[in-house]
Protein backbone atom coordinates (compact mmCIF):
# COMPACT_ATOMS: atom_id res chain seq x y z
CA UNK A 1 0.00 0.00 0.00
CA UNK A 2 3.28 2.23 0.11
CA UNK A 3 6.11 1.69 -2.06
CA UNK A 4 9.16 3.22 -0.75
CA UNK A 5 12.20 4.17 -3.51
CA UNK A 6 15.26 5.49 -4.17
CA UNK A 7 17.66 4.14 -1.61
CA UNK A 8 21.29 3.57 -2.79
CA UNK A 9 25.00 4.34 -2.28
CA UNK A 10 26.33 7.44 -1.66
CA UNK A 11 29.21 9.07 -0.62
CA UNK A 12 29.55 11.09 2.52
CA UNK A 13 28.35 14.82 2.18
CA UNK A 14 26.02 13.66 -1.18
CA UNK A 15 22.25 13.83 -1.87
CA UNK A 16 19.22 11.29 -2.24
CA UNK A 17 16.05 11.85 -2.83
CA UNK A 18 13.44 8.77 -1.40
CA UNK A 19 10.22 8.51 -2.73
CA UNK A 20 6.83 7.00 -1.00
CA UNK A 21 3.95 6.10 -3.19
CA UNK A 22 0.57 5.23 -2.45
CA UNK A 23 -0.99 2.42 -4.22
CA UNK A 24 -3.98 0.30 -3.85
CA UNK A 25 -5.46 2.86 -1.59
CA UNK A 26 -5.54 6.67 -0.79
CA UNK A 27 -3.68 8.22 1.97
CA UNK A 28 -4.60 11.59 1.25
CA UNK A 29 -6.16 12.20 5.10
CA UNK A 30 -3.03 10.80 6.93
CA UNK A 31 -0.26 12.42 7.96
CA UNK A 32 2.43 11.08 6.00
CA UNK A 33 6.42 10.01 7.77
CA UNK A 34 9.50 8.33 7.48
CA UNK A 35 11.08 6.32 10.13
CA UNK A 36 14.67 4.49 9.60
CA UNK A 37 16.53 1.71 11.59
CA UNK A 38 20.19 0.73 11.14
CA UNK A 39 21.63 -2.51 11.88
CA UNK A 40 21.12 -3.31 15.38
CA UNK A 41 19.30 -0.51 15.96
CA UNK A 42 15.51 0.49 17.07
CA UNK A 43 13.53 1.96 14.34
CA UNK A 44 13.94 5.82 14.65
CA UNK A 45 11.43 9.04 13.43
CA UNK A 46 12.82 11.28 10.89
CA UNK A 47 10.32 13.25 9.64
CA UNK A 48 6.25 13.88 9.12
CA UNK A 49 3.97 15.92 7.16
CA UNK A 50 0.98 16.72 7.81
CA UNK A 51 -2.15 15.88 5.87
CA UNK A 52 -2.22 18.87 4.12
CA UNK A 53 1.52 19.25 3.41
CA UNK A 54 1.76 22.44 5.37
CA UNK A 55 3.28 21.59 8.47
CA UNK A 56 6.63 19.47 9.01
CA UNK A 57 8.19 17.56 12.01
CA UNK A 58 11.59 16.81 12.02
CA UNK A 59 14.37 14.29 13.92
CA UNK A 60 17.03 16.67 15.39
CA UNK A 61 19.63 15.15 13.66
CA UNK A 62 18.32 15.52 10.60
CA UNK A 63 17.38 18.99 11.09
CA UNK A 64 18.18 21.00 8.31
CA UNK A 65 19.54 18.45 6.38
CA UNK A 66 16.40 16.75 5.36
CA UNK A 67 13.30 17.84 4.16
CA UNK A 68 9.89 15.80 3.85
CA UNK A 69 7.87 16.97 1.39
CA UNK A 70 3.97 15.97 -0.25
CA UNK A 71 2.50 15.65 -3.73
CA UNK A 72 -1.53 14.81 -3.00
CA UNK A 73 -1.73 14.59 -6.34
CA UNK A 74 0.61 11.82 -6.71
CA UNK A 75 -0.31 10.49 -3.82
CA UNK A 76 2.92 10.87 -2.74
CA UNK A 77 5.91 11.86 -0.36
CA UNK A 78 9.40 12.76 -0.65
CA UNK A 79 12.55 12.99 1.64
CA UNK A 80 15.29 14.95 0.27
CA UNK A 81 18.47 14.19 1.65
CA UNK A 82 21.43 16.47 1.89
CA UNK A 83 25.02 16.34 3.46
CA UNK A 84 24.37 13.11 3.65
CA UNK A 85 26.82 11.45 6.88
CA UNK A 86 27.97 7.59 7.81
CA UNK A 87 25.64 7.86 10.42
CA UNK A 88 22.60 8.18 8.03
CA UNK A 89 23.17 4.45 6.53
CA UNK A 90 19.78 2.51 7.57
CA UNK A 91 16.75 1.09 6.00
CA UNK A 92 14.29 3.68 5.61
CA UNK A 93 10.82 3.34 5.89
CA UNK A 94 7.69 5.81 5.02
CA UNK A 95 4.27 5.36 7.33
CA UNK A 96 0.88 6.70 7.89
CA UNK A 97 -0.92 8.38 10.44
CA UNK A 98 -3.92 9.31 11.20
CA UNK A 99 -2.71 12.40 13.17
CA UNK A 100 0.05 14.72 11.92
CA UNK A 101 2.87 15.27 15.16
CA UNK A 102 3.27 11.54 16.16
CA UNK A 103 6.70 10.35 16.50
CA UNK A 104 6.83 6.87 17.32
CA UNK A 105 6.08 4.18 15.32
CA UNK A 106 3.18 2.54 17.43
CA UNK A 107 1.03 5.27 15.92
CA UNK A 108 1.84 4.50 12.41
CA UNK A 109 -0.63 2.06 10.86
CA UNK A 110 0.43 2.00 7.77
CA UNK A 111 4.27 1.05 6.70
CA UNK A 112 6.13 0.47 3.25
CA UNK A 113 8.34 -1.65 2.82
CA UNK A 114 11.68 -0.03 3.14
CA UNK A 115 14.36 1.21 0.66
CA UNK A 116 18.54 0.87 1.90
CA UNK A 117 20.35 4.41 2.16
CA UNK A 118 24.47 3.91 2.75
CA UNK A 119 26.74 6.34 3.00
CA UNK A 120 30.15 5.26 2.82
CA UNK A 121 33.39 6.53 0.98
Known amino acids: QLQASGGGLVQPGGSLRLSCAASGRTFSNYALGWFRQAPGKEREFVAVISESGGSTLYADSVKGRFTISRDKAKDTIYLQMNDLKPEDTAVYYC????????????????WGQGTLVTVSS
Open 95 to 110: AAGRYYGFIHREEYGY
